[in-house]
């Protein structure tokens, strides 16, 4: 995971913070890691005031959970970082169990679907690293679990169109806050693990 540069994170303070990091060092026979400092400052001082903490990571086509403790502030190699005890054992979970990281509502995150000749246009619920995500759409629109959809277009105001494919899990019918019927539909989302990550740094600090 350090090798790879692979994002690491956390969800802190009951879920209300999203600390997202990477490994910067371990040392097994002196017993602790070093995490980069987050971009979001409000995410490194919550870090630093919990104490044990369950850290997630995709390396490598697999899900991983371990937990460090301690934290405190150190440097690496001249730049701020977070040291914490290290983890005992590695766990392999199942990838449902990943956080997902929420699209604030102030923020116009759409995907646009390319329906047969016609184009279906979604807001983006949420997503997970690991490109599972939740799209909410017109109740009248009719998709089939299991249905592959190519060439989708996730759209963020502040950076370039990120290009997917999407294979559609489940749909569920959801009332929006207006009372309007909709359908939310649970995908697993093909792109570009970097641009998924871009993605989510974003969402973290709006939500901060």
Not at 120 to 131: C, E, P, Q, R
Request: aromatic share 4%; proline share 7%; net charge neutral.
């Amino acid at each position: 995971m350090r090798a790879d540069g692979d994002p690491v994170t956390a969800s802190i303070e009951s879920g209300e913070v999203l600390f997202m990091s990477r490994l910067l060092r371990v040392e097994p026979a002196h017993g602790f890691m070093v995490l980069a400092w987050s971009s979001q400052k409000h995410s490194n001082l919550a870090l630093l005031g919990e104490g044990v903490i369950t850290f997630r990571c995709n390396h490598r086509g697999a899900h991983y959970e371990f937990a460090g403790g301690a934290a405190r502030e150190t440097q690496h190699a001249g730049e701020p970082a977070i040291q914490l005890t290290l983890p005992v054992a590695l766990v392999a979970a199942e990838r449902r169990t990943q956080a997902r990281t929420p699209v604030p509502p102030r923020v116009p995150l759409r995907c646009d679907l390319p329906l047969g000749p016609a184009s279906l246009a979604a807001s983006v619920v949420d997503m997970t690293l690991g490109g599972m995500g939740s799209l909410l759409y017109d109740a009248s629109i009719g998709i089939e679990p299991g249905t592959r959809i190519e060439g989708a277009l996730i759209r963020h105001p502040r950076r370039a169109a990120v290009v997917a494919d999407l294979e559609v899990r489940y749909v569920t019918r959801v009332a929006l806050p207006d009372g309007r019927p909709a359908n939310r539909a649970g995908c697993r989302i093909f792109a570009d693990a970097k641009e998924i990550e871009e993605l989510l740094r974003l969402f973290v600090t709006e939500l901060e």
